[in-house]
């Protein structure tokens, strides 16, 4: 069930999420979870409270693929999991899987990032 959130009217907002091993993702598949680096964790709070809604594009490093896309269920909370061993991330927040499906970059090379130099998105 959706929590209530003083995220309406605002736009939606994505991410490209990349792991560095496919576990990680499986884990995220399967547990409904996700955990990123402190680093990261400002910017999609604040887009977690500031969109209407926040898409997780998922990617293996290194894979040539997306893994599937999710919706952030949750603001980035201060608890972690040991899911992910002590790989340096920061607190888990819980994501809505959407597609669980291996798509190869070149699928998406019209889709151009204009906040990055027009570059293809991947």
């Excluded at 997306?66 to 991330?89: H, L, N, P, V």
């Amino acid at each position: 069930s959706k929590s209530p959130s003083p995220r309406q009217n605002i736009p939606v907002r994505y991410f490209i999420m990349k792991s560095s091993n496919l576990q990680n993702i499986d884990i995220s598949q399967q547990k409904g979870i996700w955990s990123t680096t402190p680093s990261n964790e400002r910017k999609l709070n604040g887009a977690f409270w500031e969109s209407s809604v926040v898409y997780l594009i998922f990617s293996v490093q290194g894979s040539g693929h997306f893994q599937g896309f999710a919706r952030m269920g949750s603001a980035i909370g201060c608890e972690k999991s040991q899911d992910w061993g002590s790989a340096g991330f920061g607190g888990v927040f819980k994501v809505d899987w959407i597609r669980k499906e291996s798509i190869p970059f070149q699928f998406a090379h019209h889709l151009l990032n204009p906040w990055n130099d027009n570059k293809k998105v991947q």
